[in-house]
């Protein structure tokens, strides 16, 4: 059998893995590697480690792969650990499930992504996933931290309000962050430029725009859960978000500006990361559970048991 403490490890390996993929998928199209493996799931014909005849970029893509295989193997252990909790919890088990169901369907979309040569769509679609399994995970890691039982709010009914409008307008944002990236200059593969028909100039603008209205919101909230009562999660989430919108900001405007150099776009990438998981956060902190408390496995219920 299996303890929460032990349980929550691996929760939290997993939404750093989750967020780790995100930034070596970024390295795989900053740096043309896209199709340094040709083909999926093996890299060329007949091979699953990369011909030397791809070099740099063949190494890259394959590195990518290997990392996504050590996520794949923390998410499948997920659902198992959930099955041989001490004390059975259902709505962990169910979050595991989603999680695993939810990279099988990324690993299929990344296979797709390279069949059809780095198409912008299905990037964008494979970037957007992440963010899903992000939220997942973000939301497993603390469900493993407390109770079960029902989640009630805790905070009044317009910061609920306000807190689902943040991460709507958040969503939004990175929606419109892959538009923009798929309009731009980083394809993925240095010789196959696929890109949306998009005027770079305006949906960069429209970006921008959605990035105003975050922050906007963002500094609402930080009075809203000051003026208002609010668990103190809530209100250091709301903290760490107007730091990471203002760097986003600072970062985006410097790469659009400055031609977007591949290491801002990085940067920025890794960014957008982190806002996501600190905008589930807080959305996740305007309800409250007691925390969890370890079972007593005493030796009389290991023989119970046996």
Not at 40 to 51: K, L
Not at 75 to 89: K, M, N, T
Request: a positive charge; hydrophobic letters at 55%.
């Amino acid at each position: 059998m299996i303890g929460l403490r032990a349980f929550r490890r691996l929760t939290l390996a997993s939404v750093l893995l989750l967020a780790a993929i995100v930034v070596s998928g970024g390295a795989v199209r900053l740096t043309g590697s896209g199709l340094g493996c040709p083909t999926w799931p093996q890299c060329g014909d007949g091979s699953f480690t990369p011909h030397s005849a791809y070099a740099l970029n063949g190494a890259i893509e394959f590195g990518n792969r290997v990392v996504s295989i050590v996520v794949g193997l923390v998410v499948l252990a997920l659902p198992i650990a959930a099955r041989r909790l001490r004390e059975p919890r259902r709505d962990l088990l169910l979050l595991s499930l989603g999680l695993w169901l939810g990279f099988v369907g990324q690993a299929v979309l990344g296979g797709i992504t390279v069949l059809v040569k780095l198409h912008p769509a299905t990037v964008a679609a494979h970037f957007l996933l992440s963010m899903v399994l992000l939220f997942n995970a973000v939301a497993l890691h603390r469900r493993a931290r407390q109770a079960a039982g029902p989640t009630p709010p805790a905070v009044r009914p317009e910061l609920l309000w306000l807190a689902r409008l943040l991460m709507t307008v958040a969503g939004g944002v990175l929606v419109l962050g892959t538009v923009v990236t798929g309009t731009g200059p980083h394809s993925g593969d240095s010789e196959d430029t696929k890109r949306f028909g998009f005027d770079i100039v305006n949906v960069a603008q429209l970006h921008a725009d959605g990035a105003m209205i975050l922050t906007g919101l963002t500094v609402a909230m930080i009075f809203a859960v000051r003026l208002t009562p609010a668990p103190a999660e809530a209100r250091r989430s709301a903290n760490a978000l107007a730091l990471t919108v203002v760097a986003q900001a600072a970062i985006g405007f410097t790469q659009y500006f400055a031609g977007i150099p591949p290491l801002l776009v990085a940067l920025h990438m890794a960014g957008a990361t982190i806002m996501w998981i600190v905008t589930v956060q807080l959305w996740l902190a305007m309800s409250e559970r007691p925390p969890a408390r370890e079972s007593a496995w005493t030796g009389s219920r290991q023989v119970a048991a046996g």
